[in-house]
């Protein structure tokens, strides 16, 4: 089932054209990347999947509905999200939880199953022992970590993600693609991540878009490269 359907997208800023006829596809299962050069315009092309930006034209199409035939949850991580200060009044635990509460219900008793769902987020990324520490005192890479755990918690059906492993090492950011695999292979999620790390997530991602810089253009205007390639496993 298509989550994400994007078709012939043009994007400029002021009278720069940046992205042009750009068309892909992300379905439920999958777990697709999205690569370029530095500069390749690859969040603007998320934020415009997303809304956040209004293309010059084309067509952007997201799934109402899951597979299941409920209402879609999108889970997002914006590029350098984890810019806590050390002021951040909130504990780990109490961050990560407050992605279990539908609709700004803050005031809802979270059930044992919300409980679960928050361990298991924060285990996921190897924080559950911080649990209980104030955000403001975590390291960059750790705030990032919980940052995840949130979007975790908040079982969404598509996730899009950028660059979410800055300030991980080698062998969590292993385990992180590891734990995406299994939620798009196992649970049906719908996964779009726009990363450097192309070579190492080879053996974890189904597919590849790559944004290509435009020849024999006097603009900093990006398109496909051949469309989506398949990644070897």
């Avoid at 285990?123 to 005192?137: A, D, K, L, P, T």
């Avoid at 969404?156 to 950011?173: A, H, K, N, Q, Y």
Wanted: some cysteine.
């Amino acid at each position: 089932m298509e989550y994400i359907n994007v078709s012939n997208l043009t994007f400029f800023y002021d009278e720069e054209p940046v992205l042009e006829n750009i068309s892909y596809t992300v379905n439920s299962g999958e777990f697709v990347t999205l690569t370029g050069e530095n500069g390749a315009a690859k969040s603007t092309l998320i934020k415009c999947t997303l809304g956040l930006l209004k293309p010059k034209k084309g067509q952007v199409t997201i799934a109402k509905e899951n597979l299941q035939g409920e209402k879609l949850r999108i889970g997002y991580i914006p590029q350098q999200v984890a810019s806590f200060n050390a002021g951040f009044p909130s504990t780990v635990l109490e961050l990560v939880a407050s992605g279990r509460y539908p609709d700004h219900k803050w005031f809802k008793k979270l059930s044992k199953k919300d409980h679960l769902k928050i361990k298991k987020a924060l285990e996921s990324v190897g924080m559950w022992e911080f649990r209980n520490r104030r955000i403001g005192e975590l390291s960059g890479g750790q705030k990032q970590r919980i940052s995840l755990a949130r979007v975790f918690a908040t079982d969404p059906d598509l996730f899009i993600l950028d660059e979410p492993t800055t300030g991980m090492d080698e062998v969590s950011r292993g385990d992180f693609y590891k734990l995406l695999q299994h939620q798009a292979h196992v649970h049906d999620k719908s996964i779009l991540m726009i990363t450097h790390d192309h070579e190492d997530i080879k053996a974890f991602a189904d597919r590849n878009i790559h944004l290509l810089r435009k020849e024999n253009s006097p603009w900093r205007c990006f398109h496909l490269d051949q469309g989506e390639k398949e990644l070897e496993n």
